[in-house]
C-alpha cells in the first residue's frame, strides 16, 4: 500500500495525494460512499493533478480509490437535488466537473487507473482518461445514466467508442448493464485484470518502470499517440517533429547510448 508520509489532503480530506520517488498517487477517499464524487471533489481533484503536474520530481500518476470497495462508483447523486436538479444548474456542474477531466485528458505526464471494486458513470470516465488502466479481479464496470435518466456527455462517449468500440458502446449505454473485469479485459476496456491482493504491488512496478525510463521519450510517444487518435486533418505534425527533435538532441540519448556501451543502468534526467 502507499507510504502516506507525505500526504496532503483536498476537498476536506476526500482527495488524498502523495509522492513516493517519481511517483505521484491521488486516491479518491471517500469510502462511506464508495468514493462517489462530490462537486468538491472533482475540484479537489484537479488541485491534486496541478501540483503533481508542476512537481518536476513527479514522471508519473497513480489514480486510486480508498477502502478496496470501489475505484469510484460515479456521481453523489446525493447532492442531484442542490448541483444538477435541472438543465441549467446540470450545466454548470458539468461546466465545473469538466474543467477536471480536460486537465486529466490534457495530463503531460504518463497516469495509471488501479481500478479496485466499482468503476461506475463518472468514475468510468476517469479511468477512461487515464493512459492506462489496470483492474483487480473483483472490479465492475458500468454506465447506469439510462436508469437515472441522464444524459452521459460527449468526451465520454467518445472515449468509450474508442476503447471498446460503437456496438459495445451501445449495450454498455442502452442496458445500463455492469460488467466484470474478465469482460472488461476481452473487449478492450482495461488492459490488465490482476488479483485483487496483488493489484497495488503490479500497479507500483508499472510506474516504477516508467518513471525510470527516459521522460522525454515518453513524452514524445504520449504527444504522437495522441495525434495518431485525432482525425488526419487535426492532427499536428510539427509537434511531432519537434517532440522528436528534442530527444534526438537530448542528454537523456547521450546517456541512454552511454549507459548501453558500459552495460549499467541509465540515469535519465528528462534534458
Given at each position: 500500500?502507499?507510504?502516506?508520509?507525505?500526504?496532503?489532503?483536498?476537498?476536506?480530506?476526500?482527495?488524498?495525494?502523495?509522492?513516493?520517488?517519481?511517483?505521484?498517487?491521488?486516491?479518491?477517499?471517500?469510502?462511506?460512499?464508495?468514493?462517489?464524487?462530490?462537486?468538491?471533489?472533482?475540484?479537489?481533484?484537479?488541485?491534486?493533478?496541478?501540483?503533481?503536474?508542476?512537481?518536476?520530481?513527479?514522471?508519473?500518476?497513480?489514480?486510486?480509490?480508498?477502502?478496496?470497495?470501489?475505484?469510484?462508483?460515479?456521481?453523489?447523486?446525493?447532492?442531484?437535488?442542490?448541483?444538477?436538479?435541472?438543465?441549467?444548474?446540470?450545466?454548470?456542474?458539468?461546466?465545473?466537473?469538466?474543467?477536471?477531466?480536460?486537465?486529466?485528458?490534457?495530463?503531460?505526464?504518463?497516469?495509471?487507473?488501479?481500478?479496485?471494486?466499482?468503476?461506475?458513470?463518472?468514475?468510468?470516465?476517469?479511468?477512461?482518461?487515464?493512459?492506462?488502466?489496470?483492474?483487480?479481479?473483483?472490479?465492475?464496470?458500468?454506465?447506469?445514466?439510462?436508469?437515472?435518466?441522464?444524459?452521459y456527455g460527449y468526451d465520454g462517449l467518445r472515449h468509450l467508442v474508442s476503447l471498446v468500440g460503437p456496438s459495445w458502446a451501445r449495450l454498455l449505454m442502452y442496458t445500463g448493464?455492469?460488467?466484470?473485469?474478465?469482460?472488461?479485459?476481452?473487449?478492450?476496456?482495461?488492459?490488465?485484470?490482476?488479483?485483487?491482493?496483488?493489484?497495488?504491488?503490479e500497479t507500483m512496478a508499472i510506474a516504477e518502470t516508467i518513471s525510470q525510463n527516459a521522460p522525454l521519450a515518453i513524452k514524445a510517444a504520449k504527444i504522437t499517440i495522441a495525434?495518431?487518435?485525432?482525425?488526419?486533418?487535426?492532427?499536428?505534425?510539427?509537434?511531432?517533429?519537434?517532440?522528436?527533435?528534442?530527444?534526438?538532441?537530448?542528454?537523456?540519448?547521450?546517456?541512454?547510448?552511454?549507459?548501453?556501451?558500459?552495460?549499467?543502468?541509465?540515469?535519465?534526467?528528462?534534458?
Amino acid at each position: 500500500m502507499p507510504d502516506l508520509t507525505n500526504e496532503t489532503s483536498y476537498a476536506a480530506g476526500k482527495i488524498l495525494k502523495h509522492v513516493t520517488g517519481g511517483v505521484g498517487v491521488i486516491t479518491f477517499n471517500n469510502p462511506v460512499k464508495r468514493n462517489a464524487m462530490s462537486l468538491e471533489m472533482w475540484e479537489g481533484f484537479g488541485e491534486a493533478l496541478t501540483s503533481l503536474r508542476d512537481d518536476d520530481a513527479v514522471r508519473v500518476v497513480i489514480l486510486r480509490g480508498a477502502g478496496g470497495k470501489a475505484f469510484v462508483s460515479g456521481a453523489d447523486i446525493s447532492q442531484f437535488e442542490k448541483t444538477r436538479y435541472n438543465a441549467a444548474a446540470s450545466e454548470e456542474y458539468g461546466r465545473r466537473s469538466a474543467a477536471q477531466r480536460a486537465l486529466l485528458a490534457n495530463y503531460p505526464k504518463p497516469t495509471i487507473a488501479s481500478i479496485q471494486g466499482f468503476c461506475l458513470g463518472g468514475g468510468m470516465q476517469v479511468a477512461m482518461l487515464a493512459d492506462i488502466r489496470i483492474a483487480a479481479h473483483d472490479s465492475q464496470f458500468g454506465i447506469p445514466a439510462a436508469r437515472l435518466g441522464i444524459a452521459y456527455g460527449y468526451d465520454g462517449l467518445r472515449h468509450l467508442v474508442s476503447l471498446v468500440g460503437p456496438s459495445w458502446a451501445r449495450l454498455l449505454m442502452y442496458t445500463g448493464m455492469r460488467i466484470d473485469s474478465a469482460e472488461a479485459l476481452r473487449i478492450g476496456l482495461v488492459e490488465r485484470v490482476i488479483p485483487d491482493e496483488l493489484l497495488w504491488g503490479e500497479t507500483m512496478a508499472i510506474a516504477e518502470t516508467i518513471s525510470q525510463n527516459a521522460p522525454l521519450a515518453i513524452k514524445a510517444a504520449k504527444i504522437t499517440i495522441a495525434q495518431v487518435l485525432k482525425d488526419e486533418s487535426g492532427r499536428d505534425m510539427d509537434a511531432i517533429k519537434a517532440v522528436g527533435t528534442a530527444c534526438m538532441d537530448s542528454a537523456d540519448f547521450r546517456e541512454g547510448r552511454q549507459a548501453f556501451m558500459e552495460k549499467r543502468k541509465p540515469q535519465f534526467q528528462g534534458k
